[in-house]
């Protein structure tokens, strides 16, 4: 197969929040077309958080994405805050990374053990493994449902967060629920440990390609909320100047908008986090990092999934230890910090499960009067797509059905929701 | 009940937290994956199975072109489930209905904002015939599995007619009235454990309007704790808008 000519058309491929196709044509031996398309209705938040009180705003912003519901009503409730010049005080900090900790492991675990998981174990998804493997299986749950309960103390539950409001909590978690949830967290080090010895047998492509990893960034801790946005190419940036590094741009096959900062695009997500903040993740997700070889800066978008375990193990440690500094201090009921001022600019920005999320919204007289979200899918379009244009030519010697799959798992590290993406690419040859 | 029936989960505009939420439910009732079959769940598996029975629908219908994968659903499945406050209700996206759409389309896409096709929210049983709804935005893992159980014994699921309020007095949770919130428990139909007061916050109306609501005498409430009659309409338009606006133009004739 010399000069093969085919053509891939994969209609939904993903739930990149919700439907994407892929779309490849070979001609010849020649890389013709290689497009993403991003099929998914228009959602139009940006329009309907217009005109509305800015206390809802958390609230409706939420419902942009089930799975990333805590990053967003946070990003939401940062850019609000800023706005408003309402300074959150260290308990709501110290909860609203608590309460993060519990998204970000409840989405990582369930992408790592729904989508990859079956591939180190050899089978096509996580169902017949509960027969095969049901120690997986069961650990898979055990951990996510430690995830969610996490989130469901300190917010009411994880899709869509209820207590957490401008300048604080409507509701706060007993010194007993925390003694609890810090106990299962020291108990599941276990299968923490586990899933890293379950990672270190996968065999992922070894595909390399340069590029900008952008994530945001704190000298002082592995920075999930707040921080400034940095670049491995060089150069930080306030997050009120996101507009600098996302240049957001549309593409007429796609209704998520696109960015692009120092190169053509750049990766957001767990591999740019671990990228960018290395230095600042828990010695014990450090220890993770080397039993999974993973050292920065790693260039193969592949290994996204393993940075994320290293998140995991990171996020559970961190956890343990702001439960503990919260029994500690002793958490006490006490009303949201009222805003100054009701008119105002803010900017805030969030490292959630995919990557960085930015809520930009200007308020008049407590009514949002603009509002603009970036959100790391949109982010990442433009890198999966230099990918698979840069993976598709070396691969061409290979079978239709492998080149397929060397696609469907590129897919799947990117991790674009929470879709099973496991062989749902259905390559149609002419 | 003979072979296991066959299940498939679709979505359409939503943030695919209802089937989220489902996954949670599975966590802590895996004896439901013993009573169905699941031949499409995107979010757990890879398989697309098209000879399902039943067909649980998440999200709002926001564009012409869904229409038609929505009646082929509805043609293949003997029973049509909504799922959650976007398929049932139209939900937040329906927010944008009171907005002039061209606007809409123009600030989220500038310039290109014909590429994008679009018309207002509604419900998906605006398009087909709907046999059994689970509301909440999220649903309810609980009743999510009370409503499936209820239509795996062949028994029409029975949603409560009682208000929010019924089961907040329940739990003994001071009323968010008394804290200065303002709540649409009164007008809202309950099921979920009162689960927004509970965590302190008013309730936004995701399960939709219990029969024959007092809206009248809401209004009034609403105005004794100085909410005008402008905020009470944007307070019904955060789940409620498609709602709302169906029960004015049945008024207007």
Redo the contacts between chains.
Sequence with gaps: MANPSFRIDVHHVT?V??HGNIVVDVQNGVLKQCDLEIVE????F???L????YA?AS??SS?????C?VGHATASLRATEKALGVEPSEQTVLLRKLNFHGEILDSHI?HVY?LVAPDALGV????PLAKTAPDVVLRA?RM??LA?DLCAVI???H??P??M?VGG???FPTTAQLQELRDRLVAVRADVDATVELFQKLKLPAFERDTEFVALHKDDEYCFIDGKLASTDGGEWPVEKYREVTNEY?V?HS?AKRAKNKRQSYMVGALARFNVNYAQLHPKAKEAARALNLTPKCVNPYLNTVAQVVEIAHCVEDSIELAERLMKSGVTWRAPVQPPTLSGEGVGGCEVPRGTLIHNYVIQDGWISGANCVIPTAQNMGNLEDDMRSLVPTILNKSQSEITLDLEMLMRAYDP????????LNVRFE | MGARPKVAFF???????????V??SL??HPELLDAVEIVRF??????KGDDYLVAFVEGSI??QS?EAMLKQIRAQASLLVALGTCAHLG???S??NR?DLQ???R????D?AD????YPARPISAVVTVDAVIPG??IDRNEFISVVTALLQGRKPVLPDSPVCVECKLKENVCVYQRGLTCLGPITRGGCDA??P????GC?GCRGLIPHPNLASMKNVLAEFGMSPDEFD?KTT?YLTYQMMELEAAKNG
Aim: one cysteine or more; hydrophobic letters at 30%; aromatic letters at 8%.
């Design positions: 739930r929040e919700g209705t228009p959602r139009f940006e329009a309907m217009k005109g509305r009180p809802e609230h409706i419902r942009i994405c089930g799975i519901a369930l729904m096509g998804s996580v169902i749950l996510k449902k969610g917010c009411g539950r899709t869509h209820i207590a409001t909590f409507t509701h549309l007429p209704t929701c929470i879709s099973c993406s496991a062989h749902m | 979505e359409f505009t939503s943030c695919e937290g209802c089937q989220l939420t996954v949670d966590q802590t995107r979010e757990a598996m890879s398989e926001s564009r869904d939900g937040v996206n927010i944008r907005q606007s809409v389309r600030y989220v896409y500038g290109k590429w994008y096709e679009t935005c999220p689960i927004c509970t965590f302190g916050d936004e944007r955060m």
